[in-house]
């Protein structure tokens, strides 16, 4: 089928936020709209709605965000490969459009922001580049850079322009705080460092007071210092006695000039300007460490971004912080619908399962182990339980209303449980391990028992799929093959060899054939009868094939690899009709819901997509 054919899926909405960005959760001007970056994507929600845009343009992790103060443009940096140059691209809001395209920077833009009339645009190199660039936004082209700090001081993390002149602006980072002055007739900037005396800090944000007096600096030991703009000297810092700890990594200010501090810790809390003291009663803990703060209206609400991927909201009367948004901090690793019902659907990953509302992509459940990795999830066909495989070598049975535990089958495998599946009837388990063997385990309401150990593969079991008849199941393996084992005698009934780590196996419907995807880039076609290959499809263009898996009519199939795209294909003529584009991290699993109206898929960068199912 010719690439104009091939149309384009229609991505419903994300669940995902990257809080390891700094100060990558924006409000913006309009008091209306969230503004935050999940990989290659920059997320637009409204909060109220909850409707969500995405500005998608980049080619690798978006690393930094900026907002003007009209609101009218948005601005995002990048990071690349060693030995390529980062993109800054500012979008224009109204139109969720590239506005401009700049690339100077090496490997990554640190930071970014907008001079108060939406004049310039300031951009920050990473530790590879240590260049400090001012853009013209009007005539859409660079206007003048220097390096970011003297060759003795480190890497320069942050930048803020000033509230009232487009020809001033503050850069800090390790061992160095420069004021800039912009002299635009001459085509230079020229900065001048403040003067800290005895005081050496690691400068990680920077706010400045509405009327360019003073400026702030969170640093990493915990404090904050105060700067006179005018005569560039040190005037305070504080609190003086009990420092923040992992210091502070956000700070923001109200119109009454309240200060309102993050830190790596999780701790938000509100301080007086000069005296840094803080205001009773207005200080609250959140989970993970905090890395943006972003103030809503004249501050009655405030938005704190974590590094475990948590959105909270706090209002500033009562200070009570409510978790609006949460997702996947690390890799989604599986994704899995209870059977016969597309509402509802679980993700795992580090740490954790959870269960989310389809429709609202809203978390109903999670259910935590701490410190391990949850490889593989499924439901019981009666819908009694949640069975989950761990990296620790353990199954997990969990209750699907509360989440409380079950059951536990320990030692299930050597070098962790890495696939799972279970029988129609709800009677037994099948599991794959790190080891290579598939195991057959009896469950009923009081004992689970193992049945049998079936020892063939020589590699990593990576995907198991059971018939309807749960007489025969398949599970593929890094080592190059597919085994279909008979359930009754624990034997190998037929087995598949191709060049490639299989990465994903499923039945077609009827059962008659079986599709594969693996690292060769293949998705081949193999009939369960004798194990002969029927067709091979160059199935992407680069990476291996992670995920598969067919529609109940049969007619259809959906990928998803390395290649970041969704892809869904015709089964019977191998022709791709749709590509869905929005990962930026490798995809490890998709599904299609059993009422075929959505298709989910998840990826290492620990996004959850929902597609609009197109048939």
Same mark, same amino acid.
């Given at each position: 089928?010719?690439?104009?054919?091939?149309q384009?899926?229609?991505?419903?909405?994300?669940i995902?936020f990257?809080?390891s960005?700094?100060?990558?959760?924006?409000?913006?001007p309009?008091?209306?709209?969230?503004i935050?970056p999940?990989?290659?994507?920059?997320?637009?929600?409204?909060?109220?709605t909850?409707?969500?845009n995405?500005?998608?343009?980049?080619?690798?992790?978006?690393?930094?965000?900026?907002?003007?103060?009209?609101?009218k443009?948005?601005?995002?940096?990048?990071?690349t490969?060693?030995?390529?140059?980062?993109?800054?691209i500012?979008?224009?809001?109204?139109?969720?459009?590239?506005?401009?395209?700049?690339?100077?920077?090496k490997?990554?833009?640190?930071?970014?922001?907008?001079?108060?009339?939406?004049?310039y645009?300031?951009?920050?190199?990473?530790?590879?580049?240590s260049?400090?660039?001012?853009?013209?936004?009007?005539?859409?082209?660079?206007?003048?850079g220097?390096?970011?700090?003297?060759?003795?001081?480190?890497?320069?993390?942050?930048?803020?322009?000033?509230?009232?002149?487009?020809?001033?602006?503050?850069?800090?980072?390790?061992?160095t705080?420069?004021?800039?002055?912009?002299?635009?007739?001459?085509?230079?900037?020229r900065?001048q460092?403040?003067?800290?005396?005895?005081?050496?800090?690691?400068v990680?944000?920077?706010?400045?007071?509405?009327?360019?007096?003073?400026?702030?600096?969170?640093?990493?030991s915990?404090?904050i210092?105060?700067?006179?703009?005018?005569?560039?000297?040190?005037?305070?810092?504080?609190?003086?006695k009990?420092?923040?700890?992992?210091g502070?990594?956000?700070i923001?200010?109200?119109k009454d000039?309240?200060?309102i501090?993050?830190?790596?810790?999780?701790?938000?809390?509100?301080?007086?300007?000069?005296?840094?003291?803080?205001i009773?009663?207005?200080?609250?803990?959140?989970?993970?460490?905090?890395?943006?703060?972003?103030?809503?209206?004249?501050?009655h609400?405030?938005y704190?971004?974590?590094?475990?991927?948590?959105?909270?909201?706090?209002?500033?009367?009562?200070?009570?912080?409510?978790?609006i948004?949460?997702?996947?901090?690390?890799?989604?690793?599986?994704?899995a619908f209870?059977?016969?019902?597309?509402?509802?659907f679980?993700?795992?990953?580090?740490?954790?399962?959870?269960?989310?509302?389809t429709?609202?992509s809203?978390?109903?459940?999670?259910?935590?182990v701490p410190?391990?990795t949850?490889?593989?999830?499924?439901?019981?066909?009666?819908?009694h339980?949640?069975?989950?495989?761990?990296n620790?070598?353990?199954?997990?049975?969990?209750?699907p209303?509360?989440?409380?535990?079950?059951?536990?089958i320990?030692?299930?495998?050597?070098?962790?449980?890495?696939?799972?599946?279970?029988t129609? !009837?709800?009677?037994?388990i $099948? +599991?794959g /391990?790190?080891?290579?063997? %598939?195991? *057959? @385990?009896?469950?009923?309401?009081n004992?689970?028992?193992?049945?049998?150990?079936m020892?063939?593969?020589?590699?990593?079991?990576?995907?198991?799929?059971?018939?309807?008849?749960?007489?025969e199941?398949?599970?593929?393996?890094?080592?190059?093959?597919?085994?279909?084992?008979?359930?009754?005698?624990f034997?190998?009934?037929?087995?598949?060899?191709a060049?490639t780590?299989?990465?994903?196996?499923?039945?077609q419907?009827?059962?008659?054939?079986?599709?594969?995807?693996?690292?060769?880039r293949k998705?081949?076609?193999?009939?369960?009868?004798?194990?002969?290959?029927?067709?091979?499809?160059?199935?992407?263009?680069?990476?291996?094939?992670?995920?598969?898996?067919?529609?109940? !009519?049969?007619?259809?199939? $959906? +990928?998803? /690899?390395?290649?970041?795209? %969704?892809? *869904? @294909?015709?089964?019977?003529?191998?022709?791709v009709?749709?590509?869905?584009?929005?990962?930026?991290?490798?995809?490890t699993?998709?599904?299609?819901c059993?009422?075929?109206?959505?298709?989910?898929?998840?990826?290492?960068?620990?996004?959850?997509?929902?597609?609009?199912y197109?048939?």
């Amino acid at each position: 089928m010719s690439e104009d054919s091939v149309q384009e899926l229609e991505l419903i909405s994300t669940i995902g936020f990257n809080g390891s960005v700094p100060h990558g959760l924006l409000v913006h001007p309009d008091g209306e709209h969230l503004i935050y970056p999940l990989g290659c994507t920059v997320v637009i929600e409204n909060i109220k709605t909850h409707e969500q845009n995405f500005l998608s343009g980049h080619t690798n992790d978006v690393s930094c965000l900026a907002v003007s103060k009209s609101g009218k443009y948005v601005a995002s940096g990048q990071i690349t490969h060693m030995g390529f140059k980062a993109d800054v691209i500012v979008w224009d809001f109204e139109a969720k459009e590239p506005y401009a395209t700049f690339t100077l920077h090496k490997v990554k833009v640190e930071a970014l922001a907008f001079s108060p009339t939406d004049k310039y645009l300031v951009t920050l190199g990473g530790r590879d580049d240590s260049s400090v660039v001012v853009w013209d936004l009007k005539m859409r082209e660079a206007l003048c850079g220097a390096p970011s700090a003297l060759q003795s001081a480190g890497t320069v993390y942050t930048v803020q322009f000033m509230n009232t002149t487009d020809d001033k602006f503050v850069t800090g980072g390790n061992k160095t705080l420069r004021i800039w002055d912009v002299d635009r007739s001459n085509r230079k900037i020229r900065p001048q460092e403040c003067d800290l005396g005895q005081l050496k800090r690691d400068v990680r944000c920077i706010l400045i007071d509405s009327t360019d007096e003073f400026l702030y600096a969170g640093t990493t030991s915990g404090d904050i210092l105060q700067i006179t703009i005018k005569t560039h000297l040190f005037k305070n810092s504080g609190p003086a006695k009990d420092k923040y700890s992992l210091g502070v990594h956000s700070i923001a200010m109200l119109k009454d000039g309240t200060i309102i501090v993050a830190t790596g810790g999780g701790i938000v809390c509100a301080l007086k300007a000069g005296t840094f003291k803080p205001i009773a009663q207005k200080e609250c803990s959140l989970a993970g460490g905090a890395t943006s703060i972003a103030v809503r209206g004249i501050g009655h609400q405030l938005y704190v971004g974590v590094n475990k991927g948590n959105i909270y909201r706090i209002n500033f009367s009562d200070f009570q912080p409510t978790c609006i948004n949460s997702c996947h901090y690390s890799g989604v690793l599986d994704v899995a619908f209870p059977y016969g019902c597309g509402d509802l659907f679980a993700t795992c990953g580090k740490e954790n399962i959870r269960v989310w509302v389809t429709d609202t992509s809203t978390e109903v459940l999670r259910v935590t182990v701490p410190n391990m990795t949850c490889h593989g999830v499924c439901f019981m066909t009666d819908g009694h339980s949640i069975i989950s495989a761990w990296n620790d070598g353990k199954i997990r049975a969990f209750k699907p209303q509360s989440g409380a535990a079950m059951y536990t089958i320990h030692d299930a495998h050597k070098q962790g449980v890495t696939a799972i599946a279970t029988t129609s !009837d709800s009677s037994r388990i $099948v +599991s794959g /391990g790190g080891e290579g063997q %598939v195991r *057959v @385990w009896d469950i009923s309401s009081n004992r689970q028992e193992m049945k049998a150990a079936m020892k063939e593969h020589k590699g990593v079991v990576t995907c198991i799929k059971i018939r309807a008849n749960n007489m025969e199941c398949v599970s593929s393996s890094d080592d190059g093959t597919c085994i279909i084992w008979d359930l009754n005698r624990f034997v190998r009934n037929q087995i598949i060899f191709a060049n490639t780590l299989f990465k994903a196996v499923c039945y077609q419907p009827e059962e008659t054939q079986l599709l594969t995807g693996g690292s060769d880039r293949k998705i081949s076609y193999w009939e369960t009868l004798d194990g002969s290959q029927i067709r091979e499809m160059e199935g992407s263009a680069d990476g291996s094939i992670n995920g598969l898996d067919i529609s109940d !009519d049969g007619n259809y199939f $959906v +990928s998803g /690899g390395n290649s970041r795209k %969704v892809k *869904v @294909w015709k089964y019977n003529e191998g022709e791709v009709t749709h590509v869905g584009l929005g990962h930026s991290g490798d995809i490890t699993r998709v599904r299609v819901c059993p009422n075929s109206k959505h298709i989910i898929s998840v990826s290492a960068d620990g996004a959850i997509l929902r597609w609009r199912y197109p048939f």
